[in-house]
């Protein structure tokens, strides 16, 4: 059985943890109402670019016009737990699919 958070079914926690990784569908209405701006006044940075890259702390304070901040360090802040175990090739299959057009959706409200 797949542990999930108290109070939640079984068939919501799934949704959510689907859903909270389509990016462009929270994105794009951000991007959309600020125009042709946008770029200029959002910065979006993946996850996995925060920590391995170190001049993502000098791209975070020179778009923020501040000071340089001093480095985060090598202790986890944000540890996932595996619930589950390994995905099934045919599950990692599925996902693929579905996130497809909206990874492709992210690239262009982007620009990568």
Known sequence: LIKR???MAQSQWCDSMITR???SLQ???IFDDYGPEAKDKILVIRSE???PNPMTNLTVTDFL???ELNQIGE???HATVDLVGPLKNETISTLRKLYA???KE???ILGD
């Open 5 to 7: 958070k108290r109070g």
């Open 21 to 23: 990784g389509l990016y």
């Open 27 to 29: 994105l794009r209405p």
């Open 49 to 51: 670019d925060l920590r």
């Open 65 to 67: 016009g501040i000071d």
């Open 75 to 77: 202790e986890k802040i």
């Open 101 to 103: 057009p909206y990874i």
């Open 106 to 108: 992210l690239h262009s």
